[in-house]
């Protein structure tokens, strides 16, 4: 189809381990975000590149978390050392450019046991 | 820091009765703002947005939201809600300038037959 389409859709994991979560944009679309969502706390934004650089880093959580877009299409997104509070749904977005619409992936839903 | 405010938690009401959802931001500069649902199952959705003009905007499946500056609110609204509008919905703000875009922790809706 021609939405954000994002993999695994689900991943469990062991605590420790690392894990990669991937995301293709739209087709053309300049702009992707990655949100974490947990219950009770709605979206958290992490990262937001704007082709293949990164002006705003400033929702990673922590220096485990890090996140790369290669050719301004497909981003990956790298959890080291994964904790039990790293248990969310990570979402992809990708907007035409910055401050248009975001089209919303499905979701990666990350458990950590 | 910027922040969204979404008032109800939760929201339950019968079919047909008026709904009426609060958003508040704190931020007194330009805006863009938005409402996504996330229904059942499904990935965010585009509600409806306002960047400039009208500050009453239309959205799809009948909402509507009143942006009203000198409150800093972007309330949404319908007239008469279905069964089908069990959703959980997010207020989103984003501010003029290089800032990412700042979601609400969501109000789920319910309507009961």
């Known amino acids: 189809g021609a939405g954000v389409s994002q993999s695994p859709s689900n991943k469990v994991t062991e605590k420790g381990k690392d894990v990669e979560l991937r995301c293709d944009p739209i087709?053309?679309?300049?702009?992707l975000y990655w949100y974490r969502q947990s219950l009770g706390q709605g979206l958290e934004f992490l990262i937001y590149?704007?082709?293949?650089?990164?002006?705003?880093k400033s929702g990673l959580p922590s220096d485990r978390f890090s996140a790369e877009r290669t050719g301004g299409s497909v981003s990956t997104l790298t959890i080291q050392r994964t904790q039990q509070e790293d248990s969310a749904v990570y979402l992809c977005?990708?907007?035409?450019?910055?401050?248009?619409?975001?089209?919303f992936g499905d979701g990666t839903r990350l458990s950590i046991l | 820091a910027q922040s969204v405010s979404q008032h109800n938690h939760h929201v339950i009401l019968s079919e047909a009765a008026s709904l009426e959802l609060g958003c508040n931001y704190s931020?007194?500069?330009?805006?863009?703002l938005f409402w996504y649902v996330q229904y059942p199952g499904q990935h965010l959705q585009l509600l409806l947005k306002?960047?400039?003009?009208?500050?009453l905007v239309k959205g799809i499946k009948g909402f509507e939201a009143e942006f009203i500056k000198s409150k800093f609110s972007f309330n949404l609204r319908k007239p008469s809600v279905q069964w089908s509008d069990t959703a959980e919905y997010f207020c989103?703000?984003?501010?003029?300038?290089?800032?990412?875009?700042?979601f609400g922790k969501g109000t789920r809706l319910s309507v009961i037959a």
């Open positions: 977005a990708s907007s035409l450019h910055r401050n248009q619409p975001q089209h």
């Open positions: 590149f704007q082709g293949n650089s990164a002006p705003d």
């Open positions: 989103a703000v984003i501010l003029s300038g290089n800032t990412p875009l700042v």
């Open positions: 087709s053309g679309h300049t702009a």
């Open positions: 931020y007194g500069g330009t805006v863009n």
């Open positions: 306002y960047f400039s003009g009208d500050p």
